[in-house]
Structures are given as C-alpha cells and as structure tokens.
C-alpha cells in the first residue's frame, strides 16, 4: 500500500491549505479502516491531527485543530483531504497521512496505523 501526500505549502497567518492523499494497493486487498493526518515540527514528536473512519465518515480531531481544521475522504478517488484554515506558525510541521486495516490500537496513535505517506511541509509565517 503506498501513499501519496501532496499540498504543502508556505502560507501566511490566517490563511489556509489543503492537504490530500491517495492510496494504492498496488494489487493488494486492502481493506482501509482508517486514515489519518499527523505532523511532526521540527524537534519536536510526531503527533496526532485528525482521522476519519473510512467506511462511515465519522471524524476524530486533536483539540489543536478542532474548529479549524477538517478531514474528509472521497471513496472513489481513494483520496483523504485535511482542509486546514485558520493557520497560525505553531501549524509549521511536516504532515504525514496515514492508514490502517485493523483497529486494534487507538486511532489517535502513530503506533496504530501500518502505512504512511512521504510526508508534506506545511509552513506558516507570522
């Protein structure tokens, strides 16, 4: 399974991005349970932004982005967006897009997704 991140970008405060991502399986079964955003600032660890529970739409935030950022997929594109308006500098991060074919561990955690995508820069300027 390979994902494919795109929509970085530099971007002032107050604007806004759109980050997508698309799956392959390149052959595989792949059942996708869940897909998610996470991002990683520099010095700092990789933490959780969003994700959305592929078959019913239903969508968990990081307080961070709650009222600012939203999550949504498109089935047929195989394609996850994290619409991201309202930016501020402390958003600067590499945004990494996720997924998962089980639900074992929370949604929330980087341990439990399986695959993950190159990564996109998103940088905000004050």
């Known amino acids: 399974v390979q994902l494919q991140a795109s929509g970085g970008g530099l971007v002032q405060a107050g604007g806004s991005l759109r980050l997508s991502c698309s799956y392959t399986?390149?052959?595989?079964?792949?059942?996708?349970?869940?897909m998610g955003w996470f991002r990683q600032a520099p010095g700092k660890e990789r933490e959780f932004v969003a994700a959305?529970?592929?078959?019913?739409?239903?969508?968990t935030y990081a307080d961070s982005g709650k009222g600012r950022f939203t999550i949504s997929r498109d089935n047929a594109k195989s394609t996850v967006y994290l619409q991201m308006n309202s930016l501020e500098p402390e958003d600067t991060a590499v945004y990494y897009c996720?997924?998962?074919?089980?639900?074992?561990?929370?949604?929330?955690?980087?341990?439990?997704?399986?695959?993950w995508g190159q990564g996109t820069l998103v940088t905000v300027s004050s």
């Open positions: 399986a390149s052959g595989r079964i792949f059942s996708n349970r869940d």
């Open positions: 996720a997924a998962r074919s089980s639900i074992g561990l929370s949604r929330v955690a980087t341990a439990g997704y399986d695959y």
């Open positions: 959305i529970r592929w078959s019913s739409g239903v969508t």
